[in-house]
T-cell receptor, first 115, second 113 residues
Framework: DAGVTQSPTHLIKTRGQHVTLRCSPI?????VSWYQQVLGQGPQFIFQ???????GRGNFPDRFSARQFPNYSSELNVNALLLGDSALYLC??????????????FGQGTRLTVV | KNQVEQSPQSLIILEGKNCTLQ??????????LRWYKQDTGRGPVSLTI?????NTKSNGRYTATLDADTKQSSLHITASQLSDSASYIC????????????FGSGTRLLVRP
């Protein structure tokens, strides 16, 4: 059974551009969460989706948006990229609605570099 | 404010030696505490999950302890191996409507031959 898959694995973008990151959860998992991890720090929560609805949002600007599709895969979109958006973007899937009351499985992340 | 603090920030040990990583948290109400191992540039992988009633939990050479009264946890690694070189992240879940995960900044462990 495949784990959480994210694409692409690496990405280089220019300031001002937009980017779309993709995540496919473990089969049967209905919850997807997105995290941003800057080098040397722990992951910071961006969004959580459960059953195609947004269930939580972290302290990120409106340039960040996401959605979840009927097959429970998810996209994270970032507009007007800034140098500070350079980070490892992690996707986690879980069975339950809450991030913390069920096991969370992480993908290997998308490394975004903004130049 | 819900926070998770880890110490030390980084640690270097020789292969075969033991080490202990610390985690203090102020998350309330508490749901569970997790330790993750994260290799450089990869996603975190779960090592243990402990609820309020659990004091200790082992996963191979990894043993986690939890003192819910003092809000402290530790991760003990026995007979370290080169493959243990990674960041170890303490994560606490708040038992609120979102069951949000609150991450520490991690301890970066380097095991040398």
């Amino acid at each position: 059974d495949a784990g959480v898959t994210q694409s692409p694995t690496h990405l280089i973008k220019t300031r001002g551009q937009h980017v779309t990151l993709r995540c496919s959860p473990i089969s049967g998992h209905k919850s997807v969460s997105w995290y941003q991890q800057v080098l040397g720090q722990g992951p910071q929560f961006i969004f959580q989706y459960y059953e195609k609805e947004e269930r939580g949002r972290g302290n990120f600007p409106d340039r960040f948006s996401a959605r979840q599709f009927p097959n429970y895969s998810s996209e994270l979109n970032v507009n007007a990229l800034l140098l500070g958006d350079s980070a490892l973007y992690l996707c986690a899937s879980s069975l339950g609605q809450g991030q913390g009351n069920t096991e969370a499985f992480f993908g290997q992340g998308t490394r975004l570099t903004v130049v | 404010k819900n926070q998770v603090e880890q110490s030390p920030q980084s640690l270097i040990i020789l292969e075969g030696k033991n080490c202990t990583l610390q985690c203090n948290y102020t998350v309330s109400p508490f749901s569970n505490l997790r330790w993750y191992k994260q290799d450089t540039g990869r996603g975190p992988v779960s090592l243990t999950i402990m609820t309020f009633s659990e004091n200790t939990k082992s996963n191979g050479r990894y043993t986690a302890t939890l003192d819910a009264d003092t809000k402290q946890s530790s991760l003990h690694i026995t007979a370290s191996q080169l493959s243990d070189s990674a960041s170890y992240i303490c994560v606490v879940s708040a038992r609120d409507s979102s069951y949000k995960l609150i991450f520490g900044s991690g301890t970066r462990l380097l095991v040398r031959p």
